[in-house]
């Protein structure tokens, strides 16, 4: 942007400078009794040089003066204008091609890194929170316009489709350790982690889906993880309604959201699971939950449906419709999981 800056601020005043010189002239030949339109005409004729001929006799000293002056600097000015838009231009070039081979050879160095493709708000949050920690990572984005705003914020950035083989190879898909694929089109992230998976078979792909459906084809198709943006906003806004205090608690204060940002480090996650009611799951323990979940997770603390909170509660306490239980782990999806399978067998 340097290179560049310097020629924008010349050219803007080149262009301010012949504006003043057409301006002037015009209010010139005005005060001499010539019409708007003629006055103007006759200027441009003159700073261009076409030359088809004067509108009026130039029969003054001060016709002649006013002419004289207007080739003089309009003349000038063309000429300062087409030197500057060339300058302007092939810069700019320039700075596109050695911006973009600059920006190659960073990412052709890079190893262990983070692919994101697709810069939306997600993958803002995204880059942001990687940038924090100190992660390596690079966006790809099919939107030029959006891709400029990306490097203005520091962060490396490809412009190109992350459904093309081809780009995934540019952004180093085969020295990458994870692939965060937050395209909202479903059948672009299956795609992209069909393609990520063949090129790198030991790569972590986490893929983000749209609707619930797409969930099985993301896994079936070797992503790792998937994140369903939807779902998750309608978990939390029902875990503020269903237990207000608690989610204040945990998303409120200092402390828990810097727990919770170390918990994320970690790979793990705090949250609110409730209790399904009428389901098998309905009057067993802390313990059984906890040894059905195989270590996905640990019960900290019990909302009852009545109110009370139990902290810490022991391996013997019961769980019952309508709880809610927050949980340490690796996500609450498994705990889910675990009582969607209780709740089946209880319909069985």
Same mark, same amino acid.
């Given at each position: 942007?340097?290179?560049? @800056?310097?020629?924008?601020?010349?050219?803007?005043?080149?262009?301010?400078?012949?504006?003043?010189?057409?301006?002037?002239?015009?209010?010139?030949?005005?005060?001499?009794?010539? +019409?708007?339109v $003629?006055?103007?005409?006759?200027?441009? !004729?003159?700073?261009?040089?076409?030359?088809?001929?004067?509108v009026?006799?130039?029969d003054?000293?001060?016709?002649?003066?006013?002419?004289?002056?207007?080739?003089?600097?309009? #003349?000038?000015?063309?000429?300062?204008?087409?030197?500057?838009?060339?300058q302007?231009?092939?810069?700019? *070039?320039?700075q596109?091609?050695?911006?973009?081979?600059?920006?190659?050879?960073?990412?052709?160095k890079l190893?262990?890194?983070?692919?994101?493709? @697709?810069?939306?708000r997600?993958? !803002?949050?995204?880059?942001?929170?990687?940038?924090?920690?100190?992660?390596? %990572?690079?966006i790809?984005?099919?939107?030029?316009h959006?891709?400029?705003?990306?490097?203005e914020?520091?962060?490396l #950035?490809?412009?190109? $489709?992350?459904?093309?083989?081809?780009?995934?190879?540019?952004?180093?898909?085969?020295?990458?350790?994870?692939?965060? #694929?937050v395209?909202?089109? $479903?059948?672009?992230?299956v795609?992209?982690?069909?393609? /990520?998976?063949?090129?790198?078979?030991?790569?972590?792909?986490? &893929?983000?889906?749209e609707?619930?459906?797409?969930?099985?084809?993301?896994? *079936?198709?070797? &992503? $790792?993880?998937?994140?369903?943006p939807?779902?998750?906003?309608?978990?939390?806004? /029902?875990?503020?309604?269903?237990?207000?205090?608690?989610?204040? %608690?945990?998303r409120?204060?200092?402390?828990?959201?810097?727990l919770?940002?170390?918990?994320?480090?970690?790979?793990?996650?705090?949250?609110?699971?409730?209790?399904?009611?009428?389901?098998?799951?309905?009057?067993?323990?802390?313990?059984?939950?906890e040894?059905? &979940?195989?270590?996905?997770?640990?019960?900290? *603390?019990?909302?009852?449906?009545?109110?009370?909170a139990?902290?810490?509660p022991?391996? /013997?306490?019961?769980?019952?419709?309508?709880?809610?239980?927050?949980?340490?782990?690796? +996500?609450?999806?498994?705990?889910?999981?675990? %009582?969607?399978?209780?709740?089946?067998?209880?319909?069985?």
């Open positions: 942007m340097n290179l560049l @800056g310097q020629p924008g601020r010349t050219l803007n005043r080149i262009i301010a400078f012949n504006l003043l010189v057409v301006a002037v002239a015009t209010l010139a030949y005005m005060h001499a009794g010539w +019409s708007f $003629d006055a103007s005409y006759m200027v441009l !004729l003159t700073v261009y040089t076409v030359g088809y001929g004067e009026h006799p130039i003054t000293s001060y016709l002649h003066t006013i002419t004289i002056l207007t080739m003089i600097f309009g #003349c000038t000015g063309t000429i300062l204008l087409t030197g500057a838009l060339v302007f231009l092939t810069i700019s *070039q320039l596109q091609i050695f911006g973009g081979k600059r920006m190659q050879t960073e990412i052709d190893r262990d890194h983070v692919i994101i493709v @697709g810069f939306g997600i993958g !803002l949050m995204l880059a942001k929170e990687l940038k924090t920690a100190g992660r390596k %990572f690079v790809l984005e099919v939107d030029e959006r891709a400029e705003a990306v490097r914020l520091g962060h #950035c490809m412009v190109g $489709d992350g459904t093309s083989e081809e780009t995934l190879k540019s952004a180093g898909i085969e020295r990458a350790r994870t692939l965060a #694929c395209l909202p089109d $479903d059948a672009a992230n795609f992209i982690t069909l393609s /990520a998976r063949s090129l790198n078979p030991a790569i972590e792909i986490i &893929a983000r889906g609707v619930p459906s797409t969930e099985n084809k993301l896994k *079936q198709a070797g &992503a $790792d993880k998937v994140v369903l939807a779902h998750i906003g309608a978990e939390r806004i /029902a875990e503020m309604i269903l237990y207000p205090q608690t989610s204040r %608690f945990l409120s204060s200092i402390e828990m959201q810097e919770d940002h170390s918990l994320h480090g970690l790979g793990l996650e705090m949250e609110v699971v409730v209790v399904p009611h009428d389901s098998a799951a309905d009057g067993i323990t802390v313990e059984t939950v040894r059905r &979940a195989n270590g996905q997770f640990f019960v900290v *603390q019990i909302n009852r449906r009545d109110g009370d139990v902290t810490a022991a391996p /013997a306490t019961k769980l019952f419709g309508g709880d809610g239980m927050v949980i340490i782990g690796r +996500s609450g999806s498994a705990a889910r999981a675990l %009582f969607e399978a209780e709740a089946q067998a209880g319909e069985g």
